[in-house]
C-alpha cells in the first residue's frame, strides 16, 4: 500500500504510432517552418503557411539565408541555403513562377566561371559556421551544392538560360567521378533522377550504383556497420544506408540494393525514431542551435522515406 501522501504514479501513457510520436516532437521543437511542413505532409494544411514562414529566410538578392541550412549561421544568402529553400518550394508544389525566376537570378549572380554553384561563398565569413564547411575567397564549383538544385528545377519543368551549363557541369561532374563519398553520391543521384535525358541518366546511375558497392559507401548491414568504413572528414559513425541514396522507391538508385539489403536499411530507419518522438543526426554536431534546428528538418526525411516505402499511411 502507498504511503499516506505520496503523489500518485503518473498513467502509463498510451503507445503512440511513429507518426503520432514525432508530431509530438515537431510540436516540441520544430522550427515554423518545419511545423508547417509537417502539417502539409501529415496533417491536411495547405502550402500557404509554408511559403509564408519560407519567406522569412528570403533576401532582397533573391536568395535565401537566417540558419535556413543549420550549419551555416547568419544572414547572408547562400547556395545550400537556396537549396533548401527550393526543395521546401518543391515539396508543396510552388517550385515555379516570378518566386523561382528570382532564385535563377540569384543563382546566376554567385556562380563560378563554368556555370556551377560552390558550397559556401566567402560572404560567410565573419559568421558562425560548423567547422566542417570550409571558407575560402574563391570557392570551386560542387556537385554536392549544383546536383540537388538543377535536379529540383528541371523535376519542375523550369526553364531557365543558368540551368543549360550547370546542367552540362553535374553531366560532366557524375560522368569523372571515380572517388566519392556518400554527400556527393546523393546529390549525384538528386540530379539523375530527374534530368531530362533519362537513358543517359540511366546508365551513369548504372555506373554509381557499382561505385558505391566496390567503395562501400552504404552501409549494406546495420547489424555489421564496423564492415564499412566511414569516409574521411565525417563524423564517427555517420554512416549512409541504401534509404540515404534511394529516397523512394522511384529512385534510380534504388535498383543498387536487393529487396533485403532496403528492407534492413527501412527496420534500421524506423528503429532509429528516439525516446522523444524525433530522429537523430549523423553528421558532426558542433553547437546545440545547429542540432535542435536539424532534428525536425530529418524527422520529416526520415517520415516521407517510409512513407514513401509504404511503412506507414498519413
Known sequence: MAETGASPLPPTPPAHSPLLRAEQFMWLTARVLEQRLFSYHFLNGGPDPVETALEAYRNEDGGY???????????????LHTGQALRVLDAIGRCGGQRVERVCRY???????????????????????????????????????????????????????????????????I???????????????????????????????DRLGRLVREQRLAALDPGR???????????????????????????????????????????????????????????????????????PRVTLEALNTLRAYGRFVG
Open 65 to 79: 539565408g537566417h540558419a535556413l541550412e543549420p550549419d551555416l549561421r547568419g544572414p547572408v544568402s547562400q547556395p
Open 225 to 295: 556497420l564496423g564492415a564499412y568504413p566511414v569516409a574521411p572528414g565525417y563524423a564517427p559513425g555517420e554512416h549512409h544506408f541504401p534509404h540515404d541514396f534511394a529516397k523512394s522507391p522511384d529512385s534510380l538508385a534504388r535498383a543498387w540494393f536487393t529487396d533485403e539489403e532496403m528492407t534492413r536499411s527501412l527496420d534500421f530507419l524506423t528503429a532509429e525514431q528516439a525516446a522523444d518522438g524525433g530522429w537523430p543526426i549523423r553528421w558532426r554536431q558542433w553547437t546545440p542551435a545547429a542540432v535542435l534546428e536539424a532534428r
Open 175 to 205: 560522368e569523372y567521378l571515380e572517388k566519392s563519398h556518400p554527400y556527393e553520391i546523393e546529390a549525384a543521384v538528386a540530379f539523375l533522377d530527374t534530368v531530362p535525358d533519362r537513358s543517359r541518366a540511366e546508365a551513369a546511375a
Open 107 to 173: 543563382l546566376t549572380a554567385v556562380s563560378t566561371p563554368d556555370g556551377a554553384l560552390p558550397a559556401v561563398l566567402p560572404g560567410q565569413r565573419g559568421y558562425p559556421a560548423a567547422p566542417f564547411v570550409p571558407i575560402v575567397d574563391d570557392p570551386p564549383s560542387e556537385l554536392l551544392a549544383t546536383g540537388p538544385v538543377v535536379g529540383l528545377l528541371h523535376r519542375n519543368e523550369v526553364w531557365h538560360a543558368w540551368l543549360f551549363r550547370a546542367t552540362d557541369f553535374c553531366w560532366q561532374a
